[in-house]
């Protein structure tokens, strides 16, 4: 009794960074919608002040003054990013912000780096808090009694701003229906604000109190998202309380994994959250109404059409040059192409659930790293053809979009994409755990093509061939009557299912698609490396082909493609300099409050305007992409 006790006070104090993390993530998400993918960045800022603060502020008012003085800090700092970032681009396509909150984290990252240098920093012991505590033989450090008692605390002071202050009456109101709050006078530009410098000012405290127990290095933002999105989600979007009880469950469930089930620590937090879905889709104490993501439509859309006269010679024009490339272009450039050719494919097959289907994936790097270990399994284990493996990779990849798509389709909105996240988490974890078939973090290597495609010019060939091809058979499903169905069951779903289309059945036909052809350009991916690692499956490769989609424009059909193709070509020029990140960051943000709409949606309103047509009209010569 005494060493569960001991274990459930370890993880009630590890609970305390990972609620404030999560509680401000929540309140900014409940008022603002946006998936604030920066949030870890505010926690890293926090640990890096925090310990600045505490090697100049002596004694215990300095250590305690130094965590109040964080959370000032950052709160400013994220009251900042808000104006700067955020606020231009509110009435963008839904989710659109949360590509410029990953040109922030880049940003922070660099600037972290700059300031504070790559070693980490540890953080002090707290004044009159060091050593433990003997309850019935098992110690207990005395920062974790007072982690304990803190955290109920932080909750009941924002219960309170919440539930008994003007303030609270107006976050809980644009919580449930922001639109009506500015109808009625509010000014929702400051309200925003506040709101996302309070949830960031939670983010710093949270990093600057777990220092005595962990420090502060550069990876720690990443570190933090993952399970500060996963607590958000399992206690239900918007609830405070439902953060601070998905907070104790997931750190004392993680604290007695490594204990009993080392090998599950990995995954388990996302386990937890794929059941909690599975039984209740909106979370512990979540609501139905706050799922979605309502108030950021920004124009309508123009009617899907295929291209006209000229944008399909623009089309066979690139087609040609892309044929024609390898006579005038040396191996490193062809090299590259074959890598941005694959690239496109995987973003246009995400942007086929994303922008025709409404889906929003988090974890759809599951088909592309799926794909590419399927055909290197077939070829390690089976001794398969190099021809029978790349056709079977595809194939693999839909089997596995079906059975995750079964489960994830009865969810909208951000539960969608959490659970969808849920589900890679675990395919990852079973390429990294699972050493003796898949070779653990070591990966699978040499998995080469057959001779006739060794070399990089016939590789080239083939990988155009297949590239292409799965881009154009996602474009023509889209232009088929199956596309209509699935852009009406995102636009109106009631209706469609009035009108006799099976809503959820369309969405998972769309979403095995979509894997298979994640999974072809996963295929292309291992053989022209002839290596495949976990890393290909992990969630920062399911956010860039988030970011590139976002970045060439959601409500456009070339947008996945376009997308791929500029940040490819960008993150290849820049990663040369040092601090690329923030050079990136910059242009990424750049690009997000100039072209709000995408890169692609960008130049289509620029030609309409040339043209002299309204948005929405047939141009001369078919401009719609």
Request: contains cysteine; positive net charge; charged residues 10%.
């Amino acid at each position: 009794m005494a060493f569960f006790l001991a274990q459930i006070l370890n993880g009630l104090a590890n609970a305390s960074a990972l609620f404030l993390v999560a509680s401000g993530l929540s309140l900014i998400f409940g008022v603002t919608r946006v998936v604030n993918f920066a949030h870890g960045s505010f926690y890293m800022l926090g640990a890096f002040i925090g310990v600045t603060l505490m090697e100049m502020l002596p004694g215990h008012v300095g250590f305690w003054g130094a965590i109040l003085l964080t959370g000032l800090a950052v709160g400013l700092i994220g009251a900042i990013v808000e104006m700067i970032v955020l606020r231009p681009i509110y009435r963008a396509p839904e989710l659109f912000q949360l590509v410029a909150t990953f040109g922030v984290i880049l940003v922070i990252q660099d600037l972290a780096l700059m300031i504070w240098g790559a070693a980490d920093r540890m953080g002090p012991r707290a004044p009159g808090l060091r050593g433990v505590v003997r309850l019935w033989g098992e110690p207990i450090p005395k920062y974790d009694l007072a982690l304990i008692a803190i955290t109920p605390l932080v909750l009941l002071g924002l219960w309170y701003l919440i539930t008994r202050t003007r303030v609270g009456i107006l976050i809980r109101a644009a919580t449930q229906d922001r639109e009506m709050v500015g109808a009625l006078g509010v000014n929702q530009a400051w309200l925003f604000t506040g709101v996302f410098a309070l949830g960031s000012a939670l983010a710093g405290l949270g990093g600057a109190l777990q220092l005595p127990k962990g420090g502060a290095d550069l990876l720690m933002d990443f570190n933090i998202l993952g399970p500060a999105f996963v607590v958000v989600v399992i206690g239900g979007m918007g609830s405070l309380p439902g953060a601070f009880l998905a907070a104790i469950l997931i750190s004392v469930l993680g604290v007695f994994g490594v204990t009993y089930l080392p090998q599950s620590t990995l995954v388990l937090m996302f386990v937890v959250m794929a059941i909690v879905l599975i039984v209740r889709p909106y979370g512990l104490l979540g609501r139905e109404e706050v799922a979605g993501e309502h108030g950021q439509v920004g124009r309508p859309e123009p009617p899907i059409r295929p291209y006209g006269q000229t944008a399909r010679l623009v089309v066979m024009a690139l087609v040609g040059a892309l044929l024609l490339l390898p006579l005038v272009a040396e191996t490193f450039v062809q090299i590259l192409v074959i890598d941005i050719v694959i690239f496109a494919l995987f973003a246009a097959s995400l942007h086929f659930i994303l922008g025709s289907g409404g889906l929003v994936s988090f974890g759809h790097a599951a088909f592309f790293g799926g794909g590419a270990y399927a055909a290197a399994l077939l070829v390690r284990h089976a001794s398969a053809p190099m021809e029978v493996a790349f056709l079977l990779a595809p194939l693999l990849a839909g089997v596995l979009a079906l059975g995750i798509g079964w489960f994830c389709i009865r969810l909208s909105g951000v539960y969608f994409a959490m659970l969808t996240l849920a589900f890679s988490q675990l395919v990852w974890s079973v390429a990294f755990q699972w050493r003796s078939v898949t070779g653990g973090d070591d990966g699978m290597i040499s998995i080469w093509p057959a001779a006739w495609l060794s070399d990089t010019t016939s590789y080239y060939y083939f990988t155009l061939l297949f590239g292409i091809g799965g881009i154009l058979l996602l474009r023509h499903a889209i232009h088929a009557p199956f596309g209509y169905a699935l852009r009406a069951g995102r636009d109106s779903p009631r209706q469609a299912e009035a009108m006799g289309i099976d809503v959820k059945r369309i969405q998972l036909a769309a979403f095995t698609l979509a894997g298979a052809m994640a999974g072809l350009a996963g295929g292309l991916f291992v053989f022209a490396k002839g290596s495949v690692f976990p890393t290909e499956l992990e969630i920062a490769r399911s956010f860039d082909a988030l970011i590139v989609v976002f970045l060439g424009g959601v409500k456009t059909l070339a947008g996945g493609v376009v997308g791929a193709t500029f940040l490819t070509g960008v993150e290849d020029w820049l990663s040369r300099l040092q601090y690329w990140r923030l050079l990136l960051g910059l242009l990424i943000i750049g690009v997000v409050i100039v072209a709000p709409e995408g890169i692609v949606g960008a130049v289509r309103g620029a030609w309409m305007r040339w043209r002299g047509s309204a948005p929405g009209l047939k141009s001369k010569g078919g401009a719609a992409t």
